[in-house]
């Protein structure tokens, strides 16, 4: 895992959207992994931004979002679906029919989440995962106990994820209990993974996702047997660390390493 630490948030959401610039450069049908949530909102940002100054053209680009409540209906203002399309699709260029997003309203949530495995193997597989972080170190909806090697499903949400989201919400009980989301396994089939954390709400699970040992208390720290992944941290998310000074010494002799 590459870790990067950055002094703020639009910082780091700057260089992740470059990351993401990157990956349609060199491929323009790349198939890219969508995270929902405050984490990946300035990455969006900066995203729509390259799009409108002509940079990046979505229009051969394919998406899958990593999850969805169970229960709202894609016009509710907290689905998903809704969030996405207000924050980024609406923005870009990209074809509605090249847009997967779970779907929290079918009636066979078994047959779907088979069909969105499918679908995601059809498309080639994804290029490029994005990745926020639970408090409770949770990717995705994958909450502490989800096998590692787990596809996506139906889930029942934790109390803490509830109650982190519940900010979002009128009320803490209009949080759904359910929700559909890829697996820890399904993400780690991603070619590469930008993990994206801000805030001093994630410092612990942070520490323990790069640093703790592999468990599945910690789904994100299934990430440390992946190839492919660059870690964006802000100060504050960063700050339980063990090991910054060592990451900082990586980042900055990286401009004269030898070329691999
Ligand atoms: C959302 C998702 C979740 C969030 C995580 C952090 O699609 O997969 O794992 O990334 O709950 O949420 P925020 O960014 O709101 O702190």
Redesign the pocket.
Known sequence: MEICIYRAYEEMSRAAAQEVADVLNAKPNAVLGM??????LGVYQQLVKMHTRGEIDFSHVTTF???EYVGLPITHAQS?HRFMHENFFRHINIPPQNIHIPSGTTTNYRAFCDWYEKRIEEAGGIDLQI????SDG????NEPGSSLSSRTRLKTLAKQ?ID??ARFFDKPQDVPIYAITMGVGTILEAKQILLLANGAN?AQAVAEAVEGPVTSMITASALQMHPSVRAFFDEAAAAKLKMREYYDWIQFHKPGAPRV
Request: hydrophobic share 30%.
């Open positions: 995270a929902t949530g405050s984490t990946p979002n990593l999850d998903y990745l926020g972080i639970g949770h990717i995705a909806f994820t982190d989201n994630k």
